[in-house]
């Protein structure tokens, strides 16, 4: 099945950002419904982003309208999160996840069943 790695977390300050890549391999995620969720401890896993394989149009949690950007490169098999305005509510492991059945995945965690390890972001005051 295909396995998604994810990169680019780290320390930041708040009102700093971070961009997120997500690289698929075993299979091609050009028709997949692809996306982010995030889990800070003690929390449940927050659905972030989504992005259609179809049109690569883009829907959002609320915590991060206006802040965070979804994109995909399907000739990188690749997904990308751009953090901006970051927040010391945002510091969380931010796993990757895809959906090979729907357009675009729906924002509940107990739906997705092709997960990536995680990679974790903490934001500093």
């Known amino acids: 099945q295909v396995q998604l790695v994810e990169s680019g977390g780290g320390l930041v300050q708040a009102g700093g950002s971070l961009r997120l890549s997500c690289v698929a391999s075993?299979?091609?995620?050009?028709?997949?419904?692809m996306g982010w969720f995030r889990q800070a401890p003690g929390k449940e896993r927050e659905f972030v982003a989504a992005?259609?394989?179809?049109?690569?149009?883009?829907n959002y949690g609320d915590s991060v309208k206006g802040r965070f950007t979804i994109s995909r490169d399907n000739a990188k098999n690749s997904v990308y999160l751009q953090m901006n305005s970051l927040e010391l509510q945002d510091t969380a492991v931010y796993y990757c996840?895809?959906?090979?059945?729907?357009?675009?995945?729906?924002?509940?965690?107990?739906?997705?069943?092709?997960w990536g390890q995680g990679t974790q972001v903490t934001v500093t005051s």
């Open positions: 996840a895809a959906d090979p059945y729907r357009d675009r995945l729906i924002g509940t965690a107990s739906s997705i069943s092709i």
């Open positions: 075993g299979r091609a995620i050009s028709s997949y419904g």
């Open positions: 992005i259609s394989w179809s049109t690569h149009s883009a």
